[in-house]
């Protein structure tokens, strides 16, 4: 499925098929560890109800955890050889420890330029357990013709 | 429990063991918003070796499933490396790792600290087995709102040749005492 995904197979409109990832406290830990972001606000509870850097008591996740789950959206969809070649992402609210985000791409721009040089803009969006907006991000995939 | 001591379960890498988690310590020594030098370009602390573990630490921490990802075996055999396929935003973990507690760039371990928005531009995909040599540069900083914005920009190179650039944009608290009202808490 993956290596078959070709430029003219995803013009504007495309859906790409949602993920959603609780967001424990195991999840932001295990994260820390391997992004080496050890910020008191993503794993220190009692630091969070002390500090409330974000007006909450309680911990985040890192904006680029956030940042990461919207590029899986089109990894999971196109494959881990997907070329990626630029990912911007706005983080629009924190996302606290015990939501569930549901992660959705589409693509908005289709750009022709010529063969071996053909991408698409997908805009991808990050809600949280209340349906708010977390995050967005407008990520580059050069695509096979 | 202190959270740097908490997460030390899930530690699974060399580099992971011998980083300093706790991001509390030494704040006197970060850099702040308030006297960070605008323009200078310069190497980060160290340069990242990029092992099979690191990659398949972030990969499953992402929680990927794709065997490219997270199957050693299956990718030698299927990837077009013959190597684990690294996340595309694995980027962001060689950097908290070039970054050192002091000196350059330490403001990216900042309590206190968000995070608005951030831009990575992937030139060709980290492949394990490189040597990522880190240069950074403090590009800009602004008040907006009333808040106090940096932006920085990392440029990772392997063997001469640019892999990839990443700007890193954080509010921060605007001086060390500000920073210290976090750094206490």
Known sequence: MHASIRFNDVPVGTSLHPIRQEISQAFIDRYAVASQDFNPVHIDPEW?????????????????????????VVIRAWGATAGIRCIESKFTKPVEVGQTLTIQGV?????PIGPGRNFVIVEVRAQDTNGDLVGISRIEVALAD | MKGSERVAVYLETEKQRRFERDFLAGWEHYETWDTVEIGPVGPAARDYVVEE??????????????????D?????????????????VFFTSICFYCVSPKGRGTW??????????????I????????RISLTMKTEDRWIQRGKHYITN????????????RAWGTLVLPSTREEVRRFAVA
């Open chain 1, 48 to 72: 969070c109800s002390r500090a409330q850097v974000f007006g909450t008591p309680k911990t985040v996740a890192h904006g680029m955890a956030t940042m990461s789950l919207m590029t899986s």
């Open chain 1, 107 to 111: 693509v908005r721009e289709w750009h």
């Open chain 2, 53 to 70: 573990e690191d990659v398949l630490s972030y990969n499953r921490a992402c929680g990927e499933t794709d065997p490219l990802m997270v």
């Open chain 2, 72 to 88: 050693p075996e299956y990718a030698r055999k299927h990837s077009p490396t013959g190597k684990i396929i690294a996340h595309p």
């Open chain 2, 108 to 121: 990216i371990r900042t309590p206190g600290a968000r995070n608005p928005f951030q831009k990575i531009e």
């Open chain 2, 123 to 130: 030139i060709e995909p980290i492949v394990v087995g490189e």
């Open chain 2, 153 to 164: 920009l990392f440029e990772y190179s392997a063997a001469g040749k640019l892999k990839g």
